[in-house]
């Protein structure tokens, strides 16, 4: 009799092992992912979609696991996706850059990982798991009217060279490949080129022709190109 009980009490404590094992043996599972912010809008009704360019916000993705429960940043692990890229790019990292191509509302920026192993490499269920935010973009619409309104100069680059264009009030190098200001209406603007040796520039066109400094009359949004050779 004493030794039947030995070998029940060998096998409950033989079971309680195995199921401690099995239980730290189990992965840490990712259940879902949450996007920081989870929506975030750029511009204004009043600005030209072209002056949104560059404009950025760096998102957080959260992961919430269990085995145990904890919440970890993952921003550098998932896959980072827009669903349009010609209004909002988001970087490997996170980073939405609005293109300042397009304009529109809800652009949809997802983060996803497939959960293949958890931190000690023991293999998990293979789920893809996704959370996602929007970005908006704001259309120009010019809703100020009137006399407060206030023409857009826009300053494009052309040519393999390099140099700047500036005014009084207004300054641009050609490596932002694109400047935007505003004035108000019926200001006169007197906008220089000047080339960065060895480059050459190559004139004007668009709101200004020629080789000479370009003098504009600001009474509606008006764009000018300088060509750096």
Avoid at 24 to 31: A, I, M, R, S
Avoid at 87 to 99: H, Q, W, Y
Avoid at 154 to 162: A, C, D, H, I, W
Avoid at 163 to 172: I, K, N
Wanted: glycine share 12%; charged share 5%; aromatic share 6%.
């Amino acid at each position: 009799m004493s030794r039947k009980w030995l070998s029940i009490a060998a096998l409950i404590i033989a079971a309680s092992f195995l199921l401690s094992v099995s239980s730290c043996g189990d992965p840490q599972e990712l259940v879902g992912i949450t996007v920081q912010p989870g929506s975030v809008t750029f511009g204004a009704s009043n600005i030209p979609v072209s002056a949104d360019a560059g404009l950025i916000t760096q998102l957080t993705a959260l992961g919430t696991y269990i085995h145990p429960p904890v919440t970890k940043d993952i921003t550098k692990q998932v896959t980072w996706t827009s669903s349009d890229n010609q209004e909002v790019t988001v970087s490997p990292t996170g980073l939405i850059t609005v293109t300042g191509v397009v304009c529109g509302p809800n652009t949809l920026i997802s983060a996803t990982l497939t959960t293949n192993a958890d931190g000690s490499g023991v293999s998990s269920s293979g789920a893809v798991v996704t959370g996602s935010m929007t970005a908006s973009v704001v259309c120009f619409t010019n809703t100020g009217g009137g006399a407060g309104a206030a023409p857009i100069l826009t300053v494009n680059f052309l040519g393999g060279g390099t140099g700047t264009v500036t005014s009084p009030t207004f300054s641009c190098a050609s490596t932002a490949i694109s400047c935007v200001d505003s004035f108000p209406a019926g200001t006169t603007v007197t906008l220089t080129a000047t080339p960065v040796a060895p480059s050459t520039f190559g004139g004007w066109s668009g709101g200004c022709t020629g080789t000479s400094t370009c003098v504009l009359l600001l009474q509606t949004d008006t764009t000018v190109t300088a060509t750096f050779n």
